[in-house]
C-alpha cells in the first residue's frame, strides 16, 4: 500500500472547502438561511456549483465584506445582512458561517451575533448560530461535521424521551437520503434526519417563485435530538454531533459506515435494529437476497476488474469495500481528505479482501489519474465533475 508523498501543487483536488459543507447541511433545514460572512464571492461560487449539479434554485446570502471591511472588521456588514434577512425573509433559522477571509482577520461571529440580539431586543427574532468553517482549513465534509455539531450544540434540549433515532446522513445525494428513509420506513423506526436534503434538492416542478425552504429537517426536530435512543452516523467523519449528544444527555452514538454495499448496509441495519429494538422485517431480507443474487449473476463479468475509485472518504473506503465483495480488485482510492479514519478504514478492508491498492489520501486528480496508467485500471467510479 502507498500513502502519497509531500507535494507542493494540487491539480484538481477532490474536494471542496469546508462552507460548501456547511451550506450542503443547511439546504436540509425547513425555513432556514445560509449567510456566509465573507465576500460576495464566496456565496456566489456556493450558489453557482450547487444550482449546476442539482439543477435546483439555491439561495446563500452574503456579507459582502470588501478591503474597507476587512481593515475595520465586519460587524457592520455581519449586524446589516442579519437586519435585512429577519425583516425581509423572517426565516426560522439564521446560520452564519464564516469564510478564509473573516476567520483569518479574526471577526467575533458569535460576539456580533448577541450585539445584534441586544439591539433588537423585544423584537421576535428567528434563531442566529455561529458557524466556523475557514476555508483554508480541511474539506467540504469537515465543514459539513462542523454544523451539524454546531446546530445541535446550540439547538438541542432535553426534555422528555422520544423513541427516535437520529440520524446524520453526511454528503448524500437527495435520493441516497430518500433510500435511507425507505428503509427506515420499512423497519417501523421514528427517526429525526440531520439534515434532511432529500425535498428540498429534489424539488417538484411548480410554479412557486423562490422562497424560504419549505421541507427538510424541522427547528423542532433539531431540539429533540437530545431526547433520541441513539445517532448513527453514517459516516465516520460527520460523527462530532453525535459524540457531543452522547457526552452531554447520554444519547448513544454510532460512527459509520456508510451503508453502501452489503455488509456495510447490514451494518446499518443492525445499529438501527439494536439501538430502536426492533426486528428486521422480511422485505429487507428479501431485497438483501436480490442483492446477492445480482452480484453472483454478475460475477463473470465483475471478477478480478481493477477499478479506481475517487472521493469522499466514507464513500471511497464504502465502494472500495463494495467492489471487493462483487469480486474487483480496487486498485487505486482517492480522497481529498488527509484523514487517518479513511487510511484506517482502507487498510482494514484490504486485509480482510486481500487486495493493495495504491492509497492516495489528500490526493488529487491528477495523482489518480497517473496511478490509473500505472495500474491499467478498468473502471473509474468518481463524480461527473
Do not use: W
Not at 435520493?175 to 428540498?200: F, H
Not at 419549505?214 to 429533540?224: A, V
Not at 465483475?302 to 480488485?329: C, L, Q, W
Request: charged share 25%; hydrophobic share 35%; proline share 5%.
Amino acid at each position: 500500500m502507498n500513502l502519497s508523498e509531500k507535494h507542493f501543487a494540487v491539480i484538481n483536488p477532490a474536494k471542496m472547502c469546508q462552507p460548501m459543507g456547511a451550506i450542503q447541511a443547511l439546504l436540509g433545514i425547513k425555513n432556514t438561511i445560509p449567510l456566509i460572512h465573507g465576500s460576495q464571492g464566496c456565496s456566489t461560487y456556493m450558489r453557482f456549483q450547487l444550482t449546476r449539479h442539482f439543477k435546483e434554485p439555491i439561495e446563500v446570502a452574503s456579507t459582502s465584506m470588501n478591503e474597507k471591511t476587512v481593515i475595520y472588521g465586519g460587524e457592520f456588514n455581519l449586524m446589516k445582512a442579519l437586519k435585512n434577512i429577519t425583516e425581509k425573509q423572517h426565516p426560522s433559522l439564521i446560520a452564519v458561517a464564516s469564510s478564509c477571509l473573516t476567520e483569518t482577520i479574526g471577526d467575533d461571529m458569535g460576539g456580533i451575533i448577541e450585539k445584534f440580539k441586544e439591539a433588537n431586543a423585544g423584537k421576535e427574532l428567528p434563531e442566529i448560530i455561529p458557524i466556523s468553517t475557514p476555508s483554508y482549513n480541511g474539506t467540504h465534509v469537515d465543514g459539513y461535521d462542523a454544523t451539524i455539531k454546531s446546530l445541535v450544540e446550540h439547538l438541542a434540549s432535553h426534555t422528555v424521551p422520544n423513541y427516535k433515532i437520529n440520524i446524520i446522513t453526511g454528503n448524500l445525494s437527495p435520493a441516497d437520503v430518500v433510500e435511507v428513509k425507505s428503509i427506515l420506513n420499512e423497519l417501523k423506526c421514528d427517526s429525526i434526519i440531520l439534515t434532511d436534503t432529500s425535498e428540498n434538492l429534489d424539488l417538484p416542478l411548480s410554479e412557486d417563485a423562490l422562497s424560504l425552504y419549505h421541507g427538510g429537517t424541522t427547528i423542532e426536530d433539531i431540539r429533540d435530538t437530545a431526547n433520541s435512543k441513539g445517532t448513527i452516523a453514517l459516516s465516520k467523519h460527520v460523527d462530532s454531533a453525535g459524540k457531543l449528544l452522547e457526552k452531554k444527555y447520554n444519547v448513544k452514538s454510532i460512527s459509520g459506515p456508510l451503508p453502501l454495499g452489503l455488509e456495510n448496509t447490514d451494518t446499518f441495519i443492525h445499529s438501527v435494529c439494536e439501538l430502536a429494538d426492533l426486528p428486521i422485517p422480511e422485505k429487507l431480507e428479501k431485497d438483501r437476497g436480490r442483492l446477492l443474487d445480482a452480484m453472483v449473476d454478475a460475477h463473470s463479468y465483475n471478477y478480478h476488474r481493477k477499478v479506481s475509485i475517487f472521493g469522499d472518504p466514507d464513500f471511497v473506503s464504502a465502494m472500495a469495500r463494495f467492489t471487493a465483495e462483487m469480486g474487483m480488485i480496487p486498485a487505486v482510492l482517492c480522497t481529498g481528505s488527509e484523514s487517518p479514519r479513511f487510511i484506517k478504514d482502507v487498510q482494514d478492508v484490504s486485509r480482510e479482501k486481500g487486495f493493495k491498492p495504491t492509497v492516495l489520501a489528500g490526493g488529487d486528480l491528477y495523482q489518480v489519474h497517473n496511478a490509473i496508467k500505472e495500474n491499467k485500471s478498468d473502471i473509474l467510479i468518481g463524480n461527473a465533475y
